[in-house]
């Protein structure tokens, strides 16, 4: 009995497979037949992407214009793919010395390989000061690898007006901390400060 039992069932499987299930594959098929046909007409009209759209990364600046890339390389460390690579340098306010962002450290090469990429923003989950975003620019094709390999030039934010050209010095605070509070100096007592210190100047020159 059982044999003839699973024989059965065997058997009503095979029918349902071989008549039921093309039939129901092809239904999907017949819907879709009338239904409106969707054609993106791609590159001529670009749509754009959702706001949160996982594209282009981006190194942001400071409102003085200085990198908010403390070349900390948490970003790489969190980079499933590998794809980042980033050597720290250290920042210095000395005669000699040179400033790009506030803090200690800068990020002195900064390199993502968009071969590697696979824009999960895991790497701007990452950065302690916001540093990494990611842009809605998704047009990432090229003919040769080695152009798909960004380089810090490639990735830095422009410069807006009232920015200024790294390195400099640090405009909008006293020290890091003024940076990553917000609690930047106005403009106007910028001018204060440094008309102080051209009447100090002159004092001193007229002293000696």
């Known amino acids: ?11 009503g499987k095979g029918l ?6 093309p039939v129901a594959g092809f239904g999907v098929t017949f819907r879709t037949m009338f239904k409106k046909v969707v054609t993106e007409q791609y590159p001529f009209e670009k749509l754009p992407t959702a706001p949160r759209f996982h594209g282009r990364h ?4 400071w409102p003085d214009g200085l990198e908010k890339c403390i070349g900390c390389e948490l970003c790489a460390w969190a980079c499933p793919a590998d794809a980042i690579y980033v050597e720290g340098a250290s920042n210095s306010d000395g005669p000699d010395g040179e400033r790009f962002s506030p803090g200690e450290r800068y990020g002195r090469v900064y390199q993502i390989n968009y071969l ?24 990432l094709a090229d003919t040769n690898r080695a152009d798909l390999i960004y380089e810090k030039s490639d990735l830095l934010a422009p410069l807006l007006p009232g920015m200024q050209q790294p390195p400099h010095p640090m405009l909008l ?21 440094q008309h102080e ?8 020159v007229s002293d000696h």
Do not use: V
């Open 16 to 21: 349902r497979e071989q008549f039921w299930d």
């Open 173 to 193: 605070g006293d020290d890091e901390g003024d940076y990553y509070r917000g609690n930047y100096r106005h403009a106007d007592a910028q001018h204060e400060d």
């Open 58 to 61: 981006q190194l942001n600046r």
């Open 197 to 204: 210190d051209q009447q100090k100047d002159q004092r001193d």
């Open 116 to 139: 590697r990429c696979i824009l999960c923003g895991l790497c701007i989950e990452a950065c302690p000061t916001r540093a990494l975003t990611m842009t809605n620019e998704y047009e």
């Open 1 to 11: 009995m059982p044999d003839e039992k699973s024989g059965q069932a065997a058997e």
